[in-house]
């Protein structure tokens, strides 16, 4: 059959590659994917097609036979891609628009965990700035402010006293429709991880743990960012500790998202924070995590697409459960100058060749395009992601960055520690 990928991301280029593997597949298009997907093969075609161009979307499908479409990002999800799809009579991949609130709004989000009693940080939501100022002023304590709606990953501030946190409050206030409400949290201490299950609302297919580096700099230093790296497995995660998960926190979800009368069908990521007190729910998305979709993926042997059907299909507990390679798997993010800030385009992008040709190693592209004459340009601020296989994770994250070092274009960067945390090595 054919496939439509929906989005342009690294996670889109991931998913093209993963999901063209399959014997299943005779075609895969993306809208609108990058050079990356533009470059990869015969089998991969990229389409000129906004990702929240529903109705054209249709069209393509209908008219190219898709059987099946995949949606990475999370803004059509929230728009309702998946209604509109299912409406037209076409297989569809991922929550409807009501459930995709568990992304889409924070405080929807922290109603579900509250009423499932599942493990949160405590938590104020607000309609108005004034009113979350005012709660702030006689609190100088650690705290968390979200935007309640999607802000690209740049609506979560981590603050240390009140100042930092209402100077965050008005950040959050200017960030249009994302900002008209705010959510503030107790901060938790501790250790990220992402936890990835498929489910098709009744069965939980729970992924290898992936962990994410949010921060712009190496220890964990500077702005949040839409993710600098990633690596798969965690050590820090036992099969002890992701059974906890499953019980406590996964399965809780999604009986709490039925009894709502929101049942979620699609990838669950749950980011958990690993306090003194045990796992917690600091957020849920709802689709695959970019970059943690790229060491997961490359891990992942069985045939993807047949996931996506049996979940499609709420037939996930009569398939076999996944098999995974052995070996770790470090994904690496390189970044145009100025990002997670203002950042420049249009940058040639040399070395792909030569990293390519690198063993146990893939190149994932972001933000890339092609130009007329067929240069790679870089064309976003996280341009792509360096993904590299080892028998154990320092071994991965060697081969990552050897590809890195083939790999330039001005202004290229990237933090130089991501998977230390699990090596053990100091930060």
Same mark, same amino acid.
């Given at each position: 059959?054919?496939?439509?990928? &929906?989005?342009? =991301? ?25 050079? *990356? ?111 309640? *709606? ?11 006293? #009140? ?10 206030? #200017? ?51 839409? *993710? ?25 979800? &999604? ?62 507990? %009569? ?26 385009? *249009?940058?040639?992008?040399? =070395? ?19 130009? %007329? ?12 992601? &360096?993904?590299?296989? =080892? ?37």
């Amino acid at each position: 059959m054919n496939v439509l990928i &929906v989005g342009s =991301g690294g996670r889109e280029h991931v998913l093209a590659w993963r999901v063209a593997s399959s014997p299943r597949v005779k075609q895969v298009f993306v809208a609108r994917g990058n050079a *990356g997907t533009a470059t990869e093969g015969n089998d991969i075609e990229n389409v000129d097609i906004d990702e929240l161009d529903f109705p054209a979307l249709i069209k393509f499908a209908k008219q190219n036979g898709v059987g099946l479409t995949v949606v990475g990002p999370e803004v059509p999800l929230c728009a309702g891609i998946v209604d509109a799809f299912e409406a037209a009579g076409l297989r569809i991949f991922g929550p409807n628009r009501v459930a995709a609130q568990l992304e889409g709004s924070k405080a929807f989000c922290k109603d579900i965990l509250h009423r499932g009693d599942i493990p949160t940080a405590t938590y104020n939501v607000f309609n108005d700035s004034h009113e979350a100022i005012r709660f702030l002023q006689n609190r100088d304590i650690p705290f968390v402010i979200k935007a309640d *709606g999607l802000a690209a990953g740049k609506g979560v501030f981590v603050c240390d006293g #009140n100042e930092e946190a209402i100077e965050a409050v008005r950040s959050v206030k #200017n960030m249009g429709n994302a900002g008209n409400r705010i959510v503030i949290e107790e901060r938790l201490d501790g250790e990220e991880v992402s936890i990835l299950a498929i489910t098709d609302g009744t069965t939980i297919l729970t992924l290898q743990p992936a962990q994410d580096h949010k921060t712009a700099h190496d220890n964990d230093k500077g702005p949040n960012t839409g *993710g600098m790296g990633a690596y798969s497995p965690v050590p820090l995660v036992d099969k002890e500790m992701l059974q906890w998960i499953e019980e406590r926190i996964l399965v809780p979800t &999604v009986h709490t998202m039925n009894s709502n009368n929101t049942p979620f069908k699609g990838v669950l990521y749950a980011g958990l924070m690993i306090t003194k007190h045990g796992p917690k729910v600091l957020e849920y998305n709802v689709r695959f995590g970019d970059p943690e979709c790229q060491p997961l993926l490359m891990r992942l042997k069985t045939d993807i697409v047949e996931i996506f059907e049996a979940t499609i299909d709420g037939k996930l507990d %009569q398939i076999n459960l996944p098999e995974w390679d052995e070996r770790s798997a470090v994904c690496v993010v390189m970044a145009s100058k100025g990002y997670p800030n203002y950042y420049t385009k *249009g940058e040639e992008i040399r =070395g792909l060749a030569d990293a390519a040709t690198l063993p146990d190693t893939k190149v994932f592209h972001a933000g890339t395009i092609l130009d %007329q004459n067929n240069r790679v340009l870089t064309n976003g601020g996280r341009v792509l992601g &360096v993904t590299g296989l =080892g028998n154990t994770i320092p071994e991965a994250k060697l081969a990552a960055y050897t590809a890195v070092q083939k790999i330039r274009w001005d202004g290229a960067w990237c933090r130089k520690d991501i998977s230390d945390k699990a090596a053990g090595i100091p930060r």
